[in-house]
C-alpha cells in the first residue's frame, strides 16, 4: 500500500529547483512533492508563519543557504578583513534562532551546513589559524550552528562538505552562478538529494535494521571447509586478510549502533562457528550475531526463517554475499531485501559498507546501543522454554518485570523511535517526530506511556508505548506500540491494563480501539481479538467497559502506575 508523497518545502537564498526536482524523481521511499520557495527570501519565511508556502504545513523543510548572505560579517573574512570572531558567531546565533522558531511548522527540517567552493585558496597554510583563516572561521560558524539547533529535536544538521568532496574540483562552477544563480554543480544536489532521502527513510521508519551476511570470501578470505579455520584470510600481514579485519570492525561499529547482524551461509555449522570462535584474529564473534542458518539450504528461504525467528519483515534486510549468483537469487526471490552489488576486489568491502546510506537513524539510543547484547539474551530466553511443558510455568521463571513511565524528556526520545520503527505491534503505525509527539501529549488532555522491560536474562529497555485521548465519556487509545522482541510474554496485557486502569482513574464508561491494518501490523489485531474486548460493528474497531476490570498476568510484576 503506497503511502502519499511527503510534502517537501526548499527555502534558500540561491536556485534550488535542481534538488526539488532530484528529490522528486528519485524513487526510493518516501516520495516527495517538493516546492520551491522564492530565493533569497530565507529570513522573512522563516519569520512569517502566515506564508503561503507553510499551508497545509509541510513535512519536510531544507533550508540551505550561502555563508556569507546569511552572517553578513562573513563577507569581510572573505576579503581578508580582520572581524572579531565573537560578531560573526552573534550573526549565526540570530540565524539559528529564526531556524528554531521556525522549526514547530515542520516535522522535520533539514540545515545543510555551510561551505565554501572548493577553488578559494583563502590563506594557504594560515587557513585555519584562529583569527584569521576562512576556513577557520567557516568551522566555528558551522559547529555554533550546530551547538544552537541540537536542543531542537526535529531539526537535522547536514555535512555538505561532504557533498562537495564527492563532486570534486568542479563542485561549484561559476558559469552557472553568474548565469542562474545556481551555486554548485549537479553532482552536489545529486548527493544531497541521496542523504535528505535517506534521512527521510530512516525518520519515517524505513531504515534498514538487519544485515545479513555469507561467510567465505564475504566475512574472511578462503573456504574454511577446506583450508581450516586456522588457515582462513583475516587480519595479520596481509593486505586481504587486513582488509577482511577491517570489514569486521566496520560491521562491529553498525552493530554498536543498534544495526544487527546475522548470517546465512552454505557450510557446516560446527565448523563455522568454530572459526568465528577460535580464529585470534576474528573481530566478530557468536555473540555478535543476532541469529543464523548455517546449512546446505537455499539462502533465499533461510534469510525468510531467519528473519521470521527475529520478528522483523524483509524490508529490515540487507544482504551482503561475494557470489553474484547468490546475490541474483536473493533479489529476485525477495525483492523486499536490499542486495547491494558487491566489489569483486576485497579490499573494496569496508570502503563499500561505511558508504551505505540505508542505517541512517534519526537517533541513537540506549536500547539501540545494547540491541546485539539484547539478541544474545533472546536466544538464551528461547533455549530455556524447551525446559518447560508449558508457556504459562516458562513465563513465571523468567521473573519479567515491567515498568511503567510517562513520557519525559529522558524517554522521549525512545519513544519517538518506537513510534516510528514499529511495524507489527503497533495499532495505527501513525509517525510523529519527537516534538510532535512531545506536543501531543501535553495537550487535549492525551496522555501516554512507555514500558520498560526487564527479566531474569537481562534489560530489554524501554519496548513499549500507549497514549490516549479522552472523549467524552470515554478514553480512545491511540497508540499501543510493542516491540516485536517481548512479544508474547504478558506485556500487551499490561499495556491494555494500563490504559484501562487510567480510564477508571477519571471515571470514563469506556475504552476504545480502532486498529488501522497495514501490511505488517496483523498481530496487533490478533492480540485485540484474543484478548477479550468487544468488536464493534466493524472488524476495525474494539471496546472494553470501563466498570470491568482488566488483571494484568500474574507472571509479571509491574512497578509504577499510570495517574
Not at 529522558?410 to 516534538?435: D, I, V, Y
Not at 491511540?478 to 482513574?505: K, Y
Request: net charge negative; charged share 25%.
Amino acid at each position: 500500500m503506497a503511502k502519499d508523497p511527503l510534502r517537501s518545502l526548499l527555502i534558500s537564498d540561491f536556485c534550488i529547483d535542481n534538488l526539488g526536482r532530484l528529490l522528486d524523481n528519485d524513487e526510493s521511499p518516501p516520495g516527495t512533492t517538493t516546492l520551491v520557495a522564492p530565493y533569497g527570501q530565507v529570513l522573512p519565511l522563516l519569520m512569517n508563519p502566515e506564508s503561503g508556502h507553510l499551508s497545509p504545513p509541510p513535512d519536510c523543510v531544507v533550508i540551505w543557504t550561502l555563508p556569507e548572505s546569511q552572517v553578513s560579517l562573513f563577507s569581510t573574512i572573505l576579503t581578508y578583513g580582520n572581524t572579531p570572531i565573537e560578531s560573526v558567531l552573534e550573526q549565526v546565533d540570530i540565524f539559528a534562532a529564526a531556524i528554531r522558531n521556525f522549526s514547530s511548522r515542520a516535522r522535520f527540517v533539514f540545515v545543510p551546513t555551510w561551505v565554501t567552493a572548493p577553488y578559494r585558496h583563502g590563506f594557504g597554510p594560515l587557513d585555519l589559524r584562529p583569527g584569521i583563516g576562512i576556513e577557520s572561521a567557516l568551522m566555528r560558524m558551522n559547529l555554533r550552528l550546530t551547538e544552537q539547533l541540537a536542543e531542537s529535536t526535529n531539526v537535522y544538521v547536514l555535512n555538505s562538505q561532504k557533498w562537495v568532496q564527492r563532486a570534486g574540483s568542479n563542485a561549484c562552477d561559476p558559469r552557472t552562478w553568474y548565469m542562474a544563480k545556481i551555486p554548485f554543480a549537479d553532482q552536489v544536489f545529486k548527493e544531497a538529494a541521496l542523504d535528505i532521502k535517506a534521512a527521510l527513510q530512516g525518520l519515517t521508519g524505513g531504515a534498514r535494521k538487519l544485515i545479513i551476511l555469507d561467510l567465505d570470501d564475504t566475512l574472511w578470505g578462503g573456504i574454511v571447509g577446506e583450508t581450516g579455520w586456522q588457515n582462513v584470510r583475516i587480519g595479520g600481514h596481509d593486505a586481504v586478510g587486513e582488509a577482511f579485519r577491517e570489514f569486521q570492525e566496520a560491521l562491529r561499529a553498525l552493530s554498536d549502533r543498534g544495526i544487527l547482524l546475522g548470517i546465512v551461509s552454505k557450510n557446516e555449522e560446527d565448523t563455522a562457528l568454530e572459526a568465528i570462535e577460535n580464529h585470534p584474529e576474528m573481530v566478530l564473534r557468536k555473540g555478535d550475531f543476532a541469529g543464523w542458518r548455517i546449512n546446505w539450504q537455499d539462502k533465499a528461504r533461510n534469510i525468510v526463517e531467519l528473519v521470521s525467528e527475529l520478528n522483523l519483515g524483509l524490508e529490515s534486510v540487507v544482504f551482503i554475499d561475494d557470489n553474484p549468483a547468490e546475490r541474483a537469487r536473493v533479489s529476485e526471490a525477495l525483492p523486499e531485501v536490499f542486495v547491494p552489488d558487491w566489489p569483486k576486489n576485497k579490499l573494496f568491502y569496508a570502503r563499500t559498507l561505511l558508504s551505505m546510506r540505508c542505517f541512517d537513524g534519526p537517533a541513537l539510543t540506549r536500547e539501540d546501543r545494547t540491541r546485539s547484547s539484547m539478541y544474545a539474551s533472546e536466544r538464551e530466553r528461547v533455549s530455556s522454554r524447551q525446559e518447560f511443558p508449558s508457556l504459562d510455568d516458562w513465563l513465571v521463571t523468567l521473573e519479567t518485570q515491567v515498568r511503567i513511565e510517562p513520557l519525559n524528556e529522558a524517554n522521549l526520545q525512545r519513544a519517538s523511535q518506537l513510534l516510528n520503527k514499529t511495524n507489527q505491534m503497533n495499532l495505527t503505525t501513525r509517525r510523529m517526530s519527537q516534538e510532535e509527539l512531545r506536543n501531543w501529549s501535553m495537550s487535549n488532555g492525551n496522555r501516554l506511556w512507555t514500558f520498560r522491560v526487564s527479566d531474569r536474562f537481562g534489560d530489554a529497555g524501554i519496548t513499549g508505548i500507549v497514549s490516549v485521548h479522552p472523549e467524552g465519556e470515554s478514553v480512545r487509545v491511540i497508540d499501543f506500540v510493542l516491540s516485536c522482541r517481548v512479544f508474547g510474554r504478558g506485556i500487551e496485557e499490561v499495556m491494555l491494563h494500563t490504559a484501562i486502569l487510567h480510564a477508571q482513574s477519571i471515571s470514563a464508561r469506556e475504552v476504545n480501539l480502532e486498529y488501522l491494518p497495514t501490511p505488517r501490523n496483523n498481530p496487533c489485531r490478533e492480540f485485540l481479538v484474543k484478548s477479550g474486548l468487544t468488536p464493534g460493528n466493524e472488524d476495525h474497531f474494539f471496546s472494553w467497559s470501563a466498570e470491568r476490570e482488566f488483571a494484568p498476568p500474574e507472571s509479571v510484576k509491574i512497578v509504577g502506575e499510570p495517574s
